[in-house]
């Protein structure tokens, strides 16, 4: 899918996703890569929703992990899906991500690897106090290694109540998700 139609299922202009950083920039600032040498790469930008709602939220993120921690963030989005554009916006900022909670990693194909990514981040939106304790599922399919999780590929998103607000992948998938080896040299 090319950044045209992600946008037209996304309800969203050009404008808006052009400036998310583009997947293999860093998403954060200052920051000085502390887990390559054993550590695994995530990159996303995805649209993910509330079921039953009207709720949207596009979600980049780009960083390092490794089985405890976790570096790096991005930036959000969160919107209605009402009416015509420009459609009405909820917040937007940025993330940090902190603690790994988990990782199962699944079969790689070349560079890039499947798995699941549960960590614990802290969302900034502007003008209002950050939201911490927030949980990043982060689910990556990878069909040309045969690689299927059992969950739907995409980004879950759950925020800490009261009450607790849960963003989940939409179908079809809008997005990409993808890991890779930190110590694989770079292209």
Known sequence: M???????????????????????????ADSKPRIRESGKIFHFLVLSAVPDTTDRLIIAGDGEFNAFVAEGGGSFDHFKAEG??????????????????????????????????VMRATFHPQGKPPVNNVTVKVVCNLGPAGADTGQEEGVTVRFPGPPPVTFEPVMPTVGVTVFSNANEPEC
């Open 2 to 28: 090319d950044r045209r139609e992600f946008l037209k299922r996304a309800g969203v202009g050009s404008v808006a996703l052009s400036s998310l950083p583009l997947l293999g920039e860093r998403a954060w």
């Open 84 to 117: 015509s554009p420009p459609l009405p916006l909820v917040a937007t900022g940025t993330w940090t991500a902190h603690d790994v909670l988990r990782f199962k990693a699944l079969a790689k194909h070349g560079v890039f690897q499947a798995g699941i990514l």
